[in-house]
């Protein structure tokens, strides 16, 4: 049987956040960046579909390709071990402190940055020739896209702030139900539909993605978008970052957690039978 219950996938979360807060600075730092690479490829593959077929749909739907290629690679992402690797503290595994969970995060940042920025100095490159002509209609929507999710934002002050917000708490609501839709079947096929639907729902509905975010701004910036680097990490990376946190880590991992690992409707285990041994006759 392919399906696995959420009773099951509940504790396959917490072994994979145990793992994860385990694992060596080096294959933290090469997963995160494979990872940040796949996913930049992937939204690169998504925006240039849209373009071309003039469809947000069409874009949406194949965009998955690349996240599911990543988690069925091992690979991690920051919206994934947001929701992840806390589990493992919560559980109280052995070595899962507060220091290793925030370790794992700032490792895997590092590396979706480093792995983003790669593919958005090789995309720059190729949609101008190296720098040698004006970029094409792709490389413009990469550019007017920077623009739109920046300033458009600033331009509305505190409401902006609060949208930019909700919309990557919302993001990774459904990003994390993806990462979680891995370990929901044991067929590869049944893992792929998991992720994917989930995903192809934030990604049309144009919420902020955090490690999506950290290729299209920077190919922006490099194409000529109309926004500086501080309009970025202040108008978008920084508080995706923060709705990316939350919605991964409160309506998914502490949410399937705190019903299925620690609910109250669990029956408890009966006490062991203690064995009646005689008493003790003084002589």
């Known amino acids: 049987m392919s399906y696995v219950s959420p009773t099951e996938f509940v504790g396959a979360m917490v072994d994979a956040g145990e793992t994860k807060l385990r694992m060596s600075t080096r294959d933290t730092l090469i997963r995160a960046y494979l990872a940040g690479a796949i996913l930049a490829l992937a939204a690169a593959f998504a925006v240039t579909v849209t373009v071309e077929t003039g469809s947000p749909l069409a874009g949406a739907v194949l965009f998955p390709v690349g ?3 990543l988690y069925l690679l091992g690979f991690d992402l920051l919206t994934g071990v947001f929701t992840l690797a806390p589990l493992a503290w919560l559980d109280g ?6 220091r290793a969970v925030l370790r794992n995060w700032g490792l895997v940042f590092l590396g979706n940055l480093a792995g983003a920025l790669t593919v ?3 995309m720059s ?3 101008t020739v190296g720098f040698s002509v004006p970029p094409d209609a792709v490389g413009e929507r990469l550019g007017s896209i ?3 999710r920046t300033v458009g934002y600033a331009e509305h002050g505190a409401a902006g702030m609060l949208t930019l917000f909700l919309r990557g708490v919302l993001c990774n609501w459904m990003v994390s139900t993806g990462v979680v839709g891995a370990l929901m079947s044991t067929s590869l096929p049944g893992k792929v539909v998991a992720m994917w639907m989930p995903v192809m729902v934030f990604f049309f509905l144009g919420f902020e993605h955090s490690v999506v975010n950290m290729f299209l701004f920077p190919t922006g910036l490099m194409l000529g978008g109309d926004f500086s680097v501080t309009d970025y990490l202040v108008w978008n990376e920084l508080p995706t970052v923060l709705g990316n946190l939350v919605g991964g880590l409160a309506f998914v991992g502490l949410a399937l957690y705190a019903t299925y690992a620690r609910t109250a409707g669990r029956p408890r285990r009966p006490a062991p039978e203690v064995p009646h041994l005689p008493e003790r006759v003084n002589a």
Do not use: E, Q, T, Y
């Not at 595994?93 to 507060?98: L, V």
């Open 67 to 69: 996240f599911c290629l």
């Open 93 to 98: 595994r052995p070595g899962a402190r507060k």
């Open 120 to 122: 958005a100095l090789m």
């Open 125 to 127: 490159v190729i949609l």
């Open 146 to 148: 920077g623009a739109d």
